[in-house]
């Protein structure tokens, strides 16, 4: 039996027991675990668990929202505590499963409350402030392209106020932003209150656009796969609805000519401007410094560093079992990065192994592609950003026949295009990895040519540059 509390001043959960000195405790969700302070001994112990996590050289922040599991080594756990709001996080202990959720006050945990929220969201009353409201991937991280935007508002435009959308404060949000979580009374006024709207997938909620207000969608990629009134299968359900969300947009980004014409189709965005001027995102890819990054990954000077980040499957939640990356790590001697896509972060766990480290809740994707030597992709839309670096690309594709088929479809001919080899096995992707990647530079030339013109590093510049320019911001 033992005894708990929180304590709220340094955010930790407190165990106490007697007997024997526990030797180890640990708190261990899915992507975060922490370690506890054991005190005492003899005839009793109290060991002290911290609800906050640094991650990749980064700041303490409040656990991932989630389920934990409480262990302390030759101790069974049997507690409860009460829902408890704690600064940073909420949290609920019974027996050995602790619950942890965002800071929302409770008050406004259900319909009826969120509800109300919405009404007075949709009456606008706060006045329109000089700030920009960004979220990625619905709050999940603050990454792609709209944290490049971010990073040059902040540079040229410093009196813009930045407010972030996140699930909960364990999203590491850049230096100076305001992070605002989801559903709080606090997020609904940043979003009634911002000039302007970054978003890079759908505006989640109810939105009602005022005057003066603007959004940005920049989306999250060129695509190879069928998106939106492209996909298989008529729905008119999915019809109305991307009607609906496109209709939201003012402005659309675009990486390159070809996505430009895929997504105003596939969204029915017309009469409206598509700006084609590269990706921000991989502006990094240009001026990055790839041994910053290893090295905030705990990677050692020399090591070869391959980067397996496959996309989502509509048929599944969790990352595809294609490959596995300690067997992968031993037969080719490298480090294996394992990147799984944003809808898989939160249902999924870290992948384990030697000399395999999981980056899928790494704050964002582009400095891994600047860090790896090598990307094992599939359909993910990283390949048409690897092209930046030159550096070579896999396709790992078992299931193409089923994905190509059935599940999505393709734009074009993946096999008679990609600019490094298709495998369907573990065995063949090992064999073309020690393979010589010159085979595929006509086609890597072609690729880059098509998809990558624009993308020098300067792209975020570019981008800011037209927000001021039309006043969606001032400085």
């Known amino acids: 039996m033992t005894a708990a509390r929180f304590e709220p001043d340094t955010a930790q959960l407190v165990l106490a027991g007697v007997g024997a000195r526990p030797a180890a405790a640990t708190l261990t969700g899915r992507r975060a675990q922490t370690t506890g302070r054991i005190t005492g001994g003899g005839k009793t112990w109290t060991v002290r668990l911290p609800l906050r996590a640094a991650r990749w050289g980064g700041p303490e922040l409040p656990l991932p929202s989630g389920e934990y599991r409480v262990r302390i080594e030759g101790v069974s756990v049997d507690a409860a505590l009460p829902l408890t709001l704690l600064p940073a996080l909420r949290a ?14 409770p008050v406004y945990d259900s319909d009826d409350a969120q509800a109300a929220l919405e009404r007075r969201y949709a009456d606008h009353g ?8 960004l979220e990625s991937f619905y709050g999940r991280v603050a990454g792609c392209n709209p944290l490049a935007l971010d990073r040059e508002i902040a540079r040229v435009a410093p009196g813009v106020i930045r407010y972030w959308s996140v699930v909960d404060l364990s999203v590491r949000v850049p230096e100076g932003a305001i992070a605002v979580v989801e559903g709080s009374p606090e997020w609904w006024r940043a979003r009634s209150a911002a000039r302007l709207l970054v978003v890079n997938d759908w505006l989640r909620r109810r939105y009602v656009a005022r005057r003066g207000q603007k959004v940005l ?17 008529f729905d008119p359900r999915r019809i109305g609805a991307v009607v609906k969300e496109s209709r939201r947009w003012d402005v659309l980004l675009a990486q390159n000519p070809y996505a430009a014409r895929i997504l105003r189709k596939a969204y029915a965005f017309l009469g409206r401007p598509v700006w084609v001027e590269g990706y921000p995102r991989n502006d990094v890819l240009t001026t990055g410094d790839a041994a910053a990054v290893r090295a905030e990954l705990g990677i050692a000077p020399g090591e070869h560093v391959v980067l397996y980040a496959p996309t989502w499957r509509d048929d599944r939640q969790e990352i595809v079992d294609f490959l596995d990356p300690a067997s992968l790590a031993a037969e080719t001697g490298s480090v294996v990065l394992v990147r799984g896509h944003s809808r898989t972060l939160i249902p999924g766990q870290d992948a384990e192994g030697a000399r395999v480290i999981d980056v899928t809740g790494y704050p964002d994707t582009s400095p891994l592609l600047l860090a790896a030597d090598a990307l094992v992709t ?21 299931d193409m026949d089923h994905y190509r088929g059935e599940l999505r479809g393709f734009y074009f001919d993946l096999a008679a295009h990609a600019p490094g080899p298709l495998v369907s096995t573990q065995a063949d992707l090992v064999a073309a990895l020690a393979g010589d990647p010159a085979a595929y530079a006509d086609r890597y030339a072609a690729w880059t040519g098509r998809f990558n013109a624009r993308d020098d590093g300067r792209a975020s510049e570019r981008v800011v540059a037209r927000i001021l320019d039309q006043g969606l911001l001032a400085r």
């Open 92 to 105: 609920q202990l019974r027996g050995d499963r602790l619950e942890v959720g965002p800071p929302v006050d």
């Open 126 to 133: 706060a006045p329109l402030e000089n700030a920009v409201f």
């Open 217 to 233: 969608q920049t989306w999250h990629g060129t695509p190879l796969k069928r998106l939106a009134l492209h996909r298989p299968g």
């Open 378 to 398: 599939d359909y993910s839309s990283v390949m048409f950003d690897y092209g930046v670096t030159g550096k070579p690309m896999y396709f790992l594709v078992p």
